[in-house]
């Protein structure tokens, strides 16, 4: 089942909101992604953007879950959801 741009860049601001909410995470987030406080403002509506935001979740299951449970959506929803902001484009740790 496939979602909409707009389905997805929702969901990534979902993600976005939640992992600013979470004080253990968001330095984990900041420290890996390079990404300041401000960035978090001035590049919420960048596309790529929230494909990274999505890809940090990505990087461990339990955040996943835990991101899914409370926000009750599916858990394969975010990596559909970097799918489409991504084009399509899979990822390449190697």
């Known amino acids: ?6 389905s997805a860049e929702t969901l990534a601001l979902n993600v976005l909101g939640w992992v600013v909410g979470n004080e253990e995470l968001l330095p984990v987030f900041l420290g890996s992604t390079g990404a300041s406080v401000e960035d978090l403002r001035d590049r919420a509506q960048e596309r790529e953007f929230l494909a990274s935001v999505l890809d940090f979740l990505l990087l461990d299951d339990s955040w996943v879950l835990a991101f899914c449970d409370a926000a009750a959506v599916p858990y394969d929803l975010p990596g559909r959801a970097r799918s489409v902001l991504s084009d399509g484009a899979d990822v390449h740790w190697t």
């Open 1 to 6: 089942m496939s979602i909409s741009a707009d």
